[in-house]
């Protein structure tokens, strides 16, 4: 039986580093990576923009914190490859979505994975990948 996977974007982990709503979500999750019961994946140019949020708000060493709280978790970290990026190229070009979005999706798509967001960008993306959604007013 394959484990259920799930892609993180930048919405999920700012909400659970910062406890906003949809950390519970995210705890849970990151705990059954732990386990080995889920896994839970991070495009690397989601990592970058999550730093470059943090950075913006807090500074640097706020970010170099965060780096590596981020780098302790059960996050399996994506490094984009020719074909991902090809495919967040096409996603980008057809649908109304961030290029840091379209990294989600276009590995959300790859790995069979749901998107974990509060993000209401990913509404543009719900026929192409699988949307869980974090907060009540996203969708």
């Known amino acids: 039986m394959t484990k259920p996977t799930f ?8 909400a659970y580093l910062n406890g906003e709503s949809g ?3 995210v705890v849970k999750v990151l705990n059954e990576a732990q386990e080995g019961q889920a896994r839970a994946l ?22 170099q914190r965060v780096q590596a709280l981020l780098e302790s978790l059960p996050l399996e970290e994506i490094l984009p490859d020719r074909a991902l990026i090809l495919d ?23 790995e069979s994975a749901v998107i974990l967001t509060g993000d209401p960008e990913f509404e543009a993306v719900q026929g192409l990948v699988r949307v869980e959604w974090l907060t009540s007013n996203a969708r």
């Open 88 to 110: 967040a190229a096409h996603i980008k070009a057809n649908h109304a979505i961030s290029y840091a979005d379209a990294f989600v999706a276009a590995l959300a798509r790859r």
């Open 42 to 63: 991070l495009c690397s140019l989601n990592l970058g923009e999550i730093l470059y949020i943090v950075e913006r708000r807090r500074g640097l060493v706020s970010a």
């Open 23 to 25: 950390e519970a979500r």
């Open 7 to 14: 892609v993180l974007d930048s919405f999920a982990l700012l």
